[in-house]
């Protein structure tokens, strides 16, 4: 089964920006909707944003909204995570996901739904 893999993140002081990338080497991430989110240590698993199949609609929690951006690139079967304006809040363990191949505008803030990950990159953000 395939493993999207990321790359990206790292140490930033609060107010940094950072862009997290994901990608696919069997399959066509246009296909898909491609969600990240993002585990901080003790803490469930929480949705950040998505992109729907063939980047139809994108979606954000109310917790990032404004902060982050949800992109694709599909020349490079790439999805991007841009984040601005990051706060110590957003520290945490980020994950991609793909999954509702063929779905017009669907997504889930759930994690059942998506088939594939990432292996996740870590995110700190210092005060």
């Known amino acids: 089964q395939e493993q999207l893999v990321q790359s990206g993140g790292g140490l930033v002081q609060a107010g940094g920006s950072l862009r997290l990338s994901c990608s696919a080497a069997?399959?066509?991430?246009?296909?898909?909707?491609v969600a990240w989110f993002r585990q901080a240590p003790g803490k469930e698993r929480d949705f950040v944003a998505a992109t729907t199949w063939r980047g139809g609609s994108t979606v954000y929690a109310d917790s990032v909204k404004g902060r982050f951006t949800i992109s694709r690139e599909n020349a490079k079967n790439t999805v991007y995570l841009q984040m601005n304006s990051l706060k110590p809040e957003d520290t945490a363990v980020y994950y991609c996901?793909?999954?509702?191949?063929?779905?017009?505008?669907?997504?889930?803030?759930?994690?059942?739904?998506?088939?594939?990950w990432g292996q996740g990159t870590q995110v700190t953000v210092s005060s």
């Open positions: 996901a793909a999954g509702m191949p063929g779905h017009y505008n669907d997504y889930d803030e759930g994690v059942d739904r998506y088939d594939y």
């Open positions: 069997q399959r066509n991430l246009f296909d898909y909707a």
